[in-house]
């Protein structure tokens, strides 16, 4: 097998390092800087030749310049004799267009995955990435092998044991967040429920808990990929509370946090939101560097 | 022949549309904007099958967003049945590593080029773009055809008109600007001449003209492909005002201007700086639209 | 008389260096960088003790940064003996707020200029400022000598020469604007007119020229104080075509150009739109410094 | 007792939040956000006459919008009757000019100092605040009351509990962070030292701790206010590390982190960076709530 080494682009240099401790495997460091026209420079210290590497570079905040330098550093990286390169991309932006809503609109999904590929990765592992209706098999048709790990069982754990929850409830704000609640429920041995909308009139929507279930008295962890402006999470918070919930604990892999969100969800009545560091962020408590190691393990 | 339209990216809109006026042919919008993450939104505003689309979108100030943009338009382009992909790239970063000097390195040229070939353009044109040492050999290597028009022309005509040059001279800042020197000197009917490097003793270097060509009493305009810090303009200023010039006129195709180099030349004694807007500024007196209509004409 | 010296803040360097030129009086550089926190460095390099001082340092784009500077600099001048400091404040932000809309609300022009004179500005120059509603009295009530300047003859005299407009009419785009359109007109000659919107029916609002004057095969140019988004150019624009112009030249002091506002304006027909180097921009064709010249010539 | 009331600035929200929860009292919203020429419009949602008012503002990243935001709303609380304003800037950036190094300096801790006071704060809590040679006398001389606070306590605490140190050795990382080893010392029940230059020869200076104190086989935990580039903490890791430490844990009060600093102290040899929430980071693992709602509590 060849011998395995882990470089971090310059979103994820910390995580790429931890990863590296993990897997007791080579850490090779990437130097980055930009000349004044904003162009980027980079340069690998170390030495790539016949080994697979794995770069991890996340996409969050300034999501070009970051998949610049991915292609910038893949593509030198083979032409440095890399014999494989596995990228980790922990925040996958470019996934909401999947299909084209309108006419004559981009379908980024496919075209960062097709250049993704094109560049060189041979293998991709991303972590929470929400493929909407056709994303899964828009990507199949590109052929890239990709494996959508998840950061769901490290926060329903994390949660679990830093607030002392008690005989918890799993919360999905919304049906697509019911993947989700199902993982970090069968992690913490606790019931889920997803909340679902619901016409009761012509003019009346009402959000309210898929099945029976009863949040009365409960202590309840809401679980979701990403928590951005923090809308649909102050919603799920507002309704646990008004169905009863005694406390409310909000969790998401990908802390985006814009325009105040965390603020808001607090003031919604969550007690806490927590985070990982896919997004580093003030409330990235949480490492995925763990599924990461695990998923790597049979290379190292 | 297939009917054209020109489209602007978003660095280059207004350039666009007076590419499409000086043509007379259709200028298709395209709508953009950012989600929270920082993802772009872009949205083709008409109909493209069967057409040959011009798209400019240089690359200044913020390249990987401009970049990741072009090639999520071009991708788009191709799917929408567009029957050729022509993109006109003003400004391109990027050129400047084109060899690994150090062990390593990015080798950005390359990367770049063969993404923007392998997105689906099938011709390219750039301005004044500066092909160091190994670029030209490393672009044919790829297989994209491309026209590095010049702004030169332009330039000298502005100067010479704008400021009543008398009996002028043009005067390149250094050896790789012999090239934009002669084409300048061409058009306005001048003599012109390269600053090189002199090693005189073990520890002194002189900076002079290459051949004896005297500077006493004239005016002098000197010309770069590109104006970033300004340290080799305001150089080549100094010379030609020691060297006895009556006047000095500062001109370049790219204004990237960064750490005031715009004060910097003016208080290093030249009566002006001036540029075009393949890059936009205060000092874009010069549109490129002239050299692209040009080229672009038999399109049409 | 104290000798006079001008200074540029890192917003309007440029700038600053004309007005010394064009006053054959002392410039003072200033050098500035940041610290890796954000925090602002500066250094004035030259003796100011004793003098009359002129900042110019406009607040486009980063006015709480180019404001903060002044801040730091009119203090540090003040401390190293300077006898008087006018600054120069070409573009002013936060002149929106001159009223509590709503309560709770920041009432920024009052906290701005208050911080202005305070920390040392003796007296205040600033470039067709738009005072709304209660500007006037509330400036007043600080205390601090201010003069609005005004772009619009040199704008009306360049648009003349520029376009060769013949037996033209100036438009201004709404009722705030006929200020501007008046100057202008004057300068040039020309009858002017502002559009007034006026209600027809309970549903329907029509935006029309005040006074009955035919822009029916006339050379129209259109003058506002700012343009930012474009809007009320481009409603302007499409006004005046509707009725009947032959041609329409747009111009600005303030060319702020977010969201593609200079391609809009172009699209809706104008011919070009023309704006000033109060803010530095591609379009600033038309330099202040002759009328901030004229303004200190008493002083020089 | 006037009624006591929790403002966050844009910087500080979540932090203002938890610190009215801590204090069980009113926590006011501030709206906040950006008009297109980038300045900024707020409006506090709640009612202020004849309260105290607590600002919490950090100046991290963006100093001068984060106090200028501050100014606008200071002067904003005072017209709507605020009785008393508090602020507390948790990071105060702007400390480090508290003299001119060289001529023509700006001398920014006095300005920003000055105009925070006319402004209209009543009383100043920062915490950690480095003040070099003459700070303290020149904000003595401004005459507004300011509490220095120390995040050091929670710091050795949170790194005592977290990484289990066993009889371990606090460190401070030059001479200037000898007051803040001492205070994170006495709070663990350790002893610390702090490393100081010595000239040992012409051409050699030997980096070594102050006093005799072994460090072998030590559990050693250093601390400083700041971490910006990382160079000061990386160099007193590698010393450590070279006396015989077993284990180092790195703290600061400030994570800054520019240029990859956090991975560079881990490659150093670190096991952990840890720093508070004052400037919101991935490694912001201690809130400085505690300290900030202990020094409030008189007031509530």
Partial sequence: MASLAILG????????????KGLRT???????????????????HGNVEGK???????????????????????????DLGAKKVIGVIPYFAYARQDHRFNPGEILSLKTVFKLIKDVGTDELYVIDMHRHRMGDELMKSIGLPTHN???MRLLGRYALDRFRLEDPVVLGPDEEAEQWARIAAEE?????????????SD??????????????????????????????????????????????????????????????????????????????????????????????????
């Fill in 203 to 300: 003019r009346e929507v009402e959000t309210r808990p898929r099945r029976e279930l009863d949040l009365r008295g409960k202590d309840v962890l809401i679980v979701d990929d990403i928590v951005s402006t923090g809308g649909t999470m102050v919603n799920a918070v507002t309704i646990a509370l008004k169905q009863g919930a005694k406390r409310v604990i909000a969790a998401c892999t990908h802390p985006i946090l814009v325009e105040n969100a965390l603020v808001k969800v607090l003031e919604a009545g969550a007690e806490a939101l927590i985070g990982t560091d896919t997004v580093p962020s003030p409330i990235s408590y949480v490492s995925v560097a763990p599924v990461i190691i695990d998923a790597l393990r049979h290379l190292a």
């Fill in 188 to 200: 913490i041995g606790a019931e889920y429920v997803c909340l679902v909308k619901r016409r009761i």
């Fill in 26 to 44: 080579e850490y090779i460091r990437i130097e980055t800087r930009k000349f004044p026209d904003g162009e980027k420079y980079a340069r690998i």
């Fill in 52 to 78: 697979s590497i794995v770069l991890v570079q996340s996409m969050y905040h300034r999501p070009d310049e970051y998949l610049m330098e991915y292609f910038l550093i893949v593509d030198t990286l083979k």
């Fill in 149 to 151: 790990l998840t950061a």
């Fill in 9 to 20: 682009g310059s979103s994820s240099q910390p995580l790429a390092y931890r990863i590296a």
